[in-house]
């Protein structure tokens, strides 16, 4: 049996083994596709077994591969591939929940701390020789901000926002969440649910964690952010298209939001025209909270154990 893994570098760069797939089958990785359907359909060749990460499985590829069993999506989101095309063709495609939630979590406080204790801006400073030379005996070249006391709104209550919450709680902060459910086994001092609008309005940063979906799309827009507090933070290490770029770029200009850090963009890789780029106090980073070493190994084992439960007839983690 032949199996094909169509960009495997978004995972595996090379510092994990191929071995669990290659125990199932005559495995070939491509590193990188060229997104062009031929390029796809040749590189599928005769496979019955495909994996893949961000490399587009649409109908019109789907229906020239007609000997193609199984594809095992390297990934959460599936939206890469056709799934209503895949099961009519009796296709089977698993994903990989929940394999990053830690790795998730961890990188939205580095992004946080980063926005409060300005780490990178001394570091440089310090190289470039001004604490050499100050006159002081210490120096700061931004404001730093003490998390003790300040209040998250956690946007989007799973895994994620469950993880980020218990973060912040440890850093005793006070936590407000807004969800189509509420937690009323989680209310304390500490811990509250909230409206959408009383989250925005009341929280002194605010965490993305919500599925993209019609009704989520653009819910960091100019209408919300009028109604948040002067100076609040942003983080979103969710999806880029939750936040109207434009409209936040303005705000971070004119210094009604104090700060953001982006994990994700509207359209990745960032294209050169991308409003952020020209906003002040915004860092960004290329879409890499999921992929400590350790999160990637887990979604590998986890791909592995779809493709043998696949094979001995009781598939997991199946799309429909």
């Given amino acids: 049996m032949k199996i094909v893994i169509l960009d495997g570098y978004a995972l595996n760069p090379g510092d994990l083994s191929w071995h669990g797939l290659e125990r199932s089958g005559d495995l070939i990785v491509y590193d990188r596709i060229e997104k062009e359907p031929k390029k ?17 499985l649409t109908k019109d590829i789907l229906k020239k591969v007609s000997h193609v069993k199984y594809i095992g999506v390297l990934a959460t ?3 890469v591939v056709d ?17 990053g939630t830690d790795a998730v979590a961890q990188m939205t406080f580095a992004l946080l701390l980063e926005l409060c204790n300005h780490v990178g801006i001394h570091e440089q400073a310090v190289k470039a020789g001004e604490w050499t030379n ?16 300040k209040t998250l709104g956690i946007i989007g209550f799973g895994r994620i926002g469950k993880a980020v919450a218990r973060i912040a709680l440890a850093f005793e902060m006070n936590v407000k969440v807004s969800s189509n459910k509420k937690h009323y086994e989680l209310e304390g001092e500490k811990f509250k649910n909230s409206s959408f609008d009383e989250l925005i309005s009341q929280s002194d940063i605010i965490s993305l964690h919500c599925p993209l979906t019609k009704s989520t799309k653009g819910i960091i827009s100019k209408n919300s952010i009028e109604k948040m ?20 770029k303005n705000a971070l ?4 939001v104090g700060g953001a850090s ?10 050169e025209d991308n409003a952020l780029l020209k906003a002040k106090n915004c860092i960004i980073t290329p879409h890499i ?26 598939p997991v983690n199946v799309v429909r």
Avoid: H
């Fill in 262 to 271: 982006v994990d994700v963009i509207s359209v990745e890789p960032i294209k």
């Fill in 134 to 149: 100050s006159v002081d005996w210490c120096f700061w070249k931004s404001p730093l901000t003490e998390l003790k006391g």
């Fill in 253 to 256: 200009n004119s210094g009604k």
């Fill in 83 to 99: 799934i209503v095309v895949a099961n009519e063709l009796g296709i089977t495609v698993t994903n990989v929940p929940a394999y």
């Fill in 289 to 314: 909270a999921w992929a400590s070493i350790e999160s990637r190994q887990r979604l590998l084992n986890i791909a592995i154990q779809n493709l043998e439960a696949y094979l001995k007839g009781s």
């Fill in 77 to 79: 989101g599936y939206n």
């Fill in 40 to 56: 796809i359909i040749e590189a599928i060749a005769d496979a019955e077994i495909i994996f893949t990460n961000k490399t587009p």
């Fill in 229 to 248: 507090k002067d100076g609040v933070m942003i983080i979103n290490t969710a999806r880029g298209p939750l936040i109207v770029e434009e409209d936040l």
